[in-house]
Protein backbone atom coordinates (compact mmCIF):
# COMPACT_ATOMS: atom_id res chain seq x y z
CA UNK A 1 0.00 0.00 0.00
CA UNK A 2 1.48 3.26 -1.31
CA UNK A 3 0.51 7.21 0.64
CA UNK A 4 -0.53 9.18 -2.06
CA UNK A 5 -1.33 12.65 -2.39
CA UNK A 6 -4.10 13.45 -5.49
CA UNK A 7 -3.53 17.31 -5.59
CA UNK A 8 -6.80 18.23 -8.21
CA UNK A 9 -9.60 16.18 -7.65
CA UNK A 10 -11.48 17.06 -10.67
CA UNK A 11 -12.23 14.94 -12.67
CA UNK A 12 -8.92 13.50 -13.61
CA UNK A 13 -7.68 13.40 -10.26
CA UNK A 14 -11.42 12.10 -8.68
CA UNK A 15 -11.25 9.32 -10.69
CA UNK A 16 -8.26 8.09 -10.63
CA UNK A 17 -7.38 8.89 -7.07
CA UNK A 18 -11.16 6.72 -6.04
CA UNK A 19 -10.04 3.93 -8.28
CA UNK A 20 -6.26 3.62 -6.13
CA UNK A 21 -8.03 4.48 -3.12
CA UNK A 22 -10.48 1.70 -4.33
CA UNK A 23 -7.89 -0.61 -4.49
CA UNK A 24 -6.52 -0.28 -1.28
CA UNK A 25 -4.03 2.55 -1.30
CA UNK A 26 -4.20 5.53 1.31
CA UNK A 27 -5.06 8.49 -0.48
CA UNK A 28 -5.30 12.18 0.07
CA UNK A 29 -7.00 14.27 -1.93
CA UNK A 30 -6.55 18.06 -2.52
CA UNK A 31 -9.56 19.84 -3.32
CA UNK A 32 -11.19 23.64 -3.70
CA UNK A 33 -14.17 25.18 -3.68
CA UNK A 34 -18.06 23.56 -4.17
CA UNK A 35 -15.92 20.23 -4.61
CA UNK A 36 -13.73 20.16 -1.34
CA UNK A 37 -17.14 20.86 0.42
CA UNK A 38 -19.05 18.08 -1.60
CA UNK A 39 -16.44 15.74 -1.06
CA UNK A 40 -16.15 16.30 2.77
CA UNK A 41 -19.84 16.29 3.11
CA UNK A 42 -20.70 13.59 0.80
CA UNK A 43 -17.66 11.90 -0.94
CA UNK A 44 -16.76 10.83 -3.80
CA UNK A 45 -19.05 8.92 -6.23
CA UNK A 46 -17.90 7.89 -9.57
CA UNK A 47 -20.52 6.73 -12.50
CA UNK A 48 -20.88 6.11 -16.30
CA UNK A 49 -18.61 3.58 -18.69
CA UNK A 50 -16.35 2.66 -16.17
CA UNK A 51 -18.13 1.56 -13.80
CA UNK A 52 -19.91 2.66 -10.78
CA UNK A 53 -18.75 3.19 -7.10
CA UNK A 54 -18.69 5.96 -3.93
CA UNK A 55 -15.86 6.16 -1.33
CA UNK A 56 -15.88 8.88 1.49
CA UNK A 57 -12.36 10.20 1.00
CA UNK A 58 -10.26 12.03 2.90
CA UNK A 59 -9.41 15.73 1.55
CA UNK A 60 -8.35 18.99 2.38
CA UNK A 61 -7.91 22.34 0.44
CA UNK A 62 -3.87 21.98 0.86
CA UNK A 63 -1.06 19.56 1.32
CA UNK A 64 0.54 18.18 4.54
CA UNK A 65 2.29 15.57 5.65
CA UNK A 66 4.80 12.92 3.76
CA UNK A 67 3.95 10.89 0.37
CA UNK A 68 5.08 7.83 -1.34
CA UNK A 69 3.15 9.29 -4.72
CA UNK A 70 1.61 12.42 -5.47
CA UNK A 71 0.10 13.17 -8.45
CA UNK A 72 -0.50 16.73 -9.77
CA UNK A 73 -3.99 16.62 -11.55
CA UNK A 74 -4.75 20.32 -11.80
CA UNK A 75 -4.37 22.42 -15.16
CA UNK A 76 -1.40 23.61 -16.16
CA UNK A 77 -2.91 27.56 -15.11
CA UNK A 78 -2.92 25.88 -11.76
CA UNK A 79 0.41 24.20 -11.48
CA UNK A 80 2.31 26.77 -9.59
CA UNK A 81 0.24 26.53 -6.55
CA UNK A 82 -0.02 22.55 -6.59
CA UNK A 83 3.76 21.95 -6.75
CA UNK A 84 4.32 19.94 -3.79
CA UNK A 85 6.95 17.19 -2.91
CA UNK A 86 6.78 13.73 -2.30
CA UNK A 87 9.13 10.58 -2.79
CA UNK A 88 8.13 10.40 -6.18
CA UNK A 89 6.14 13.30 -8.37
CA UNK A 90 3.80 12.24 -11.29
CA UNK A 91 2.80 15.02 -13.80
CA UNK A 92 -0.46 14.53 -15.42
CA UNK A 93 -1.21 17.92 -16.93
CA UNK A 94 -1.77 18.05 -20.36
CA UNK A 95 0.68 19.64 -23.01
CA UNK A 96 4.80 18.91 -22.83
CA UNK A 97 6.46 21.67 -20.37
CA UNK A 98 4.68 20.95 -17.06
CA UNK A 99 7.28 17.90 -15.85
CA UNK A 100 9.93 20.07 -16.65
CA UNK A 101 8.79 23.10 -15.00
CA UNK A 102 8.09 21.02 -12.22
CA UNK A 103 11.40 19.30 -11.63
CA UNK A 104 13.10 23.03 -11.71
CA UNK A 105 11.84 23.53 -8.69
CA UNK A 106 11.48 19.48 -7.09
CA UNK A 107 14.62 17.67 -8.87
CA UNK A 108 14.53 14.39 -9.91
CA UNK A 109 11.78 13.28 -8.04
CA UNK A 110 9.69 14.02 -11.19
CA UNK A 111 8.62 11.53 -13.73
CA UNK A 112 6.30 12.78 -16.23
CA UNK A 113 2.80 11.56 -17.67
CA UNK A 114 -0.29 11.97 -19.58
CA UNK A 115 -3.90 10.49 -19.66
CA UNK A 116 -6.28 8.61 -21.48
CA UNK A 117 -9.98 9.36 -19.95
CA UNK A 118 -13.05 11.11 -21.02
CA UNK A 119 -14.70 12.45 -18.21
CA UNK A 120 -16.55 14.97 -16.96
CA UNK A 121 -17.69 17.16 -13.28
CA UNK A 122 -21.23 17.59 -13.87
CA UNK A 123 -21.45 18.33 -10.35
CA UNK A 124 -20.00 18.59 -7.44
CA UNK A 125 -18.39 15.28 -5.87
CA UNK A 126 -19.22 13.20 -8.62
CA UNK A 127 -17.17 11.95 -12.03
CA UNK A 128 -18.52 11.08 -15.05
CA UNK A 129 -16.94 8.85 -17.18
CA UNK A 130 -17.93 8.72 -20.71
CA UNK A 131 -14.79 6.58 -22.74
CA UNK A 132 -14.25 3.07 -22.00
CA UNK A 133 -10.59 3.20 -21.07
CA UNK A 134 -8.62 4.62 -18.73
CA UNK A 135 -5.38 5.00 -19.18
CA UNK A 136 -1.81 6.95 -17.62
CA UNK A 137 1.04 6.39 -19.90
CA UNK A 138 4.35 7.99 -17.48
CA UNK A 139 8.16 7.31 -17.57
CA UNK A 140 11.56 9.37 -17.00
CA UNK A 141 12.20 12.61 -18.43
CA UNK A 142 15.57 11.90 -20.05
CA UNK A 143 15.12 8.78 -21.69
CA UNK A 144 16.62 6.34 -19.48
CA UNK A 145 14.31 3.58 -20.04
CA UNK A 146 12.15 1.96 -17.77
CA UNK A 147 13.64 2.93 -14.22
CA UNK A 148 13.31 0.68 -11.02
CA UNK A 149 10.60 3.67 -9.54
CA UNK A 150 8.89 3.46 -12.80
CA UNK A 151 7.76 -0.43 -11.98
CA UNK A 152 7.57 0.60 -8.39
CA UNK A 153 4.89 3.58 -9.66
CA UNK A 154 3.42 1.11 -12.16
CA UNK A 155 2.87 -1.31 -9.65
CA UNK A 156 0.96 1.39 -7.62
CA UNK A 157 -1.27 2.62 -10.71
CA UNK A 158 -2.13 -0.94 -11.23
CA UNK A 159 -5.91 -1.40 -9.95
CA UNK A 160 -9.01 -2.13 -10.75
CA UNK A 161 -9.96 0.88 -13.28
CA UNK A 162 -6.33 1.87 -14.54
CA UNK A 163 -3.85 0.66 -17.25
CA UNK A 164 -0.82 1.70 -16.31
CA UNK A 165 1.43 2.17 -19.43
CA UNK A 166 5.24 2.47 -18.98
CA UNK A 167 7.30 4.65 -21.12
CA UNK A 168 10.62 4.05 -21.97
CA UNK A 169 10.98 8.19 -22.95
CA UNK A 170 8.35 10.10 -21.03
CA UNK A 171 8.77 13.24 -24.15
CA UNK A 172 7.76 10.80 -27.08
CA UNK A 173 4.11 10.13 -24.73
CA UNK A 174 3.52 13.68 -23.89
CA UNK A 175 4.04 14.67 -27.63
CA UNK A 176 1.84 11.79 -28.56
CA UNK A 177 -1.03 13.16 -26.48
CA UNK A 178 0.12 16.95 -27.43
CA UNK A 179 -0.17 16.80 -31.49
CA UNK A 180 -3.55 14.81 -30.80
CA UNK A 181 -5.34 17.69 -28.14
CA UNK A 182 -3.53 20.51 -30.28
CA UNK A 183 -6.28 19.15 -33.27
CA UNK A 184 -9.04 17.58 -31.08
CA UNK A 185 -9.11 20.23 -28.30
CA UNK A 186 -8.16 23.29 -30.98
CA UNK A 187 -10.90 21.70 -33.80
CA UNK A 188 -13.99 20.87 -31.00
CA UNK A 189 -13.75 23.83 -29.38
CA UNK A 190 -13.49 26.25 -32.22
CA UNK A 191 -15.85 24.47 -34.35
CA UNK A 192 -18.06 22.85 -31.46
CA UNK A 193 -18.24 19.54 -33.16
CA UNK A 194 -17.83 16.56 -32.49
CA UNK A 195 -14.73 14.22 -33.23
CA UNK A 196 -16.97 11.88 -35.89
CA UNK A 197 -17.82 15.31 -37.72
CA UNK A 198 -14.31 16.77 -38.10
CA UNK A 199 -12.79 13.37 -39.36
CA UNK A 200 -15.70 12.70 -41.89
CA UNK A 201 -15.60 16.50 -43.76
CA UNK A 202 -12.53 16.01 -45.66
CA UNK A 203 -11.37 20.21 -45.28
CA UNK A 204 -11.25 19.59 -41.08
CA UNK A 205 -9.85 16.20 -41.37
CA UNK A 206 -6.88 17.77 -43.43
CA UNK A 207 -6.75 20.97 -41.30
CA UNK A 208 -6.40 18.44 -37.87
CA UNK A 209 -3.59 16.33 -40.21
CA UNK A 210 -1.90 19.58 -40.68
CA UNK A 211 -1.86 20.41 -36.58
CA UNK A 212 -0.58 16.97 -35.85
CA UNK A 213 2.01 17.82 -38.74
CA UNK A 214 3.01 21.03 -37.45
CA UNK A 215 3.28 19.67 -33.76
CA UNK A 216 5.62 16.91 -35.04
CA UNK A 217 8.10 19.28 -36.49
CA UNK A 218 8.31 21.48 -33.77
CA UNK A 219 8.94 17.93 -31.46
CA UNK A 220 11.53 16.60 -33.84
CA UNK A 221 13.74 20.68 -33.96
CA UNK A 222 13.53 20.39 -30.29
CA UNK A 223 15.34 16.48 -30.44
CA UNK A 224 12.24 14.28 -29.43
CA UNK A 225 13.10 11.35 -30.79
CA UNK A 226 9.76 10.67 -32.86
CA UNK A 227 9.60 8.19 -35.99
CA UNK A 228 8.92 9.07 -39.10
CA UNK A 229 5.33 7.77 -39.23
CA UNK A 230 4.28 9.42 -36.22
CA UNK A 231 1.73 12.21 -38.05
CA UNK A 232 0.07 8.86 -39.52
CA UNK A 233 -0.68 6.81 -36.63
CA UNK A 234 -1.29 9.84 -34.57
CA UNK A 235 -4.15 10.41 -37.28
CA UNK A 236 -4.82 6.54 -37.14
CA UNK A 237 -5.56 6.86 -33.55
CA UNK A 238 -7.63 10.08 -34.08
CA UNK A 239 -10.17 8.16 -36.17
CA UNK A 240 -10.11 5.83 -33.09
CA UNK A 241 -12.28 8.27 -30.75
CA UNK A 242 -15.47 7.65 -30.37
CA UNK A 243 -17.46 9.67 -33.02
CA UNK A 244 -19.40 11.53 -30.43
CA UNK A 245 -16.41 12.70 -28.40
CA UNK A 246 -16.04 16.25 -27.53
CA UNK A 247 -12.37 17.68 -25.58
CA UNK A 248 -12.49 18.92 -22.22
CA UNK A 249 -11.87 22.02 -23.27
CA UNK A 250 -14.17 22.84 -25.51
CA UNK A 251 -17.17 21.95 -23.12
CA UNK A 252 -15.26 24.62 -20.92
CA UNK A 253 -15.18 26.56 -23.64
CA UNK A 254 -19.28 26.48 -24.48
CA UNK A 255 -19.62 27.18 -20.21
CA UNK A 256 -17.68 30.14 -20.27
CA UNK A 257 -15.11 28.61 -18.08
CA UNK A 258 -11.41 29.43 -17.93
CA UNK A 259 -9.73 27.21 -20.97
CA UNK A 260 -6.41 25.52 -21.93
CA UNK A 261 -5.26 27.35 -24.90
CA UNK A 262 -2.41 28.41 -24.21
CA UNK A 263 -1.36 25.00 -23.66
CA UNK A 264 -2.27 23.76 -26.62
CA UNK A 265 -2.03 25.61 -29.79
CA UNK A 266 -0.77 28.72 -28.01
CA UNK A 267 2.28 26.55 -27.21
CA UNK A 268 2.83 25.48 -30.18
CA UNK A 269 2.68 28.64 -31.40
CA UNK A 270 5.34 30.01 -29.08
CA UNK A 271 7.61 27.61 -29.98
CA UNK A 272 6.90 27.91 -33.48
CA UNK A 273 8.25 31.37 -32.82
CA UNK A 274 11.61 30.49 -30.98
CA UNK A 275 12.39 28.09 -32.99
CA UNK A 276 12.37 29.88 -36.37
CA UNK A 277 9.17 27.36 -37.59
CA UNK A 278 6.24 28.92 -38.86
CA UNK A 279 3.12 26.89 -37.62
CA UNK A 280 0.07 28.67 -39.64
CA UNK A 281 -2.93 25.86 -38.96
CA UNK A 282 -1.85 26.20 -35.16
CA UNK A 283 -1.81 29.57 -35.16
CA UNK A 284 -5.40 30.15 -37.10
CA UNK A 285 -6.78 27.85 -34.33
CA UNK A 286 -5.19 29.96 -31.76
CA UNK A 287 -6.05 33.12 -32.84
CA UNK A 288 -9.31 32.34 -33.90
CA UNK A 289 -10.62 31.01 -30.82
CA UNK A 290 -8.74 34.46 -28.96
CA UNK A 291 -10.70 36.23 -31.14
CA UNK A 292 -14.17 34.41 -29.99
CA UNK A 293 -13.25 35.01 -26.32
CA UNK A 294 -12.37 38.39 -26.84
Known amino acids: MARVLVFGAGAVGGYFGGCLQRGGHNVTFVA ?11 GLRVTGAMGEFSLPVDVEGGSSGSFDLVLLCVKNYDLEGAIVPGDVVLTLQNGVDAPFVVRDQL ?7 STGIVADLPEPGRVHVVSDYAWIRFGELDGRGVTERVERVRSWLDVDGIEPIVA ?8 EKMALMCGMAGLTTLYQRPMGELLSDEATHEEFEAIVGECYTIAVARAVPLDDAFVAKR ?37 GESLGFDVPRNRGVYERIKAARA
Open 107 to 113: GDVVLGG
Open 235 to 271: MHYAEGIDANAMSSMSRDFARGRKIELETFNGAIVRM
Open 32 to 42: RGPNLEALRSS
Open 168 to 175: PDARVSLW
